[in-house]
């Protein structure tokens, strides 16, 4: 089976006692994570190595950073380079989110960028997609997806794009309660796998794992990723409850 990851992203939350203490109750819940299965802690830079060593040596639980740098290193004040995120032994990194497309104005060519930088220093990109609302409103969320996809991943090879991650987000469902319909994740997951499968092949397209993310909850998690394209979650607000998130790592599918 291909990977199921529940990834968790703090967003701009949390002190650094808040943050110690909110992974310290979840790696110490009975999390048991199957060869096929991984837990994904996108968390503010200046915690990623205080979690990496809470981590320590548990299976399949991974530091993840939330943004990098589209260019290597110099002159840009205040931002981080995902060299210096690998030197901190961080392996992922989220590429895309909607909030950064938003209001850090960050363009697909932006994106395909960090992608090849988080690529070159062997960290796993989380590639965010997903449609504002009126796009879905109008129905064509698959057409403003693919362009998505095709202007920030197309130029990798097939090898390449077998280390990505891709998460879909509607922005409509991001911190709003709306959660899109199993069907709706399930119909746009396949979609998403149709047209990488086009570009890169069948096998790409069956390896991808395609999380979904846009109020995942502890009450919805399993029927989401019951879905046979939805291959895990990305989860803001209910990753800030220990026990909520221990019960959506527990939803993935076994
Ligand atoms: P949410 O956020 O779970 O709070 O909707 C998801 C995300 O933005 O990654």
Redesign the pocket.
Known sequence: MRKQIA?A?W?MNCTYHQAESLLNDVLQSKISLKPHQAAVFAIPFPYLIMANSLIGSQTNCFVSAQNCHHKPSGAYTGEVSAEMIRSVSVRHC?VG???RREYFNETNQQLAEKLDLCLKYEITPIF?CGEPLPVREEGTQNAYVEKQLRESLFHLSAEAMGRVVI?Y?PIW?????K?ATTEQAQEIHAFIRSVIAEKFGEEAAQNLSILY?????AGNAADLFGSPDVDG???????LVAADFVQIINALKS
């Open positions: 990834a992203n967003k989220i989110h909607s909030e965010c998460a987000e469902a991001i911190g709003t309660g959660t993310g846009g109020s995942v909850k979650g990305l989860v803001g607000g209910a990753s």
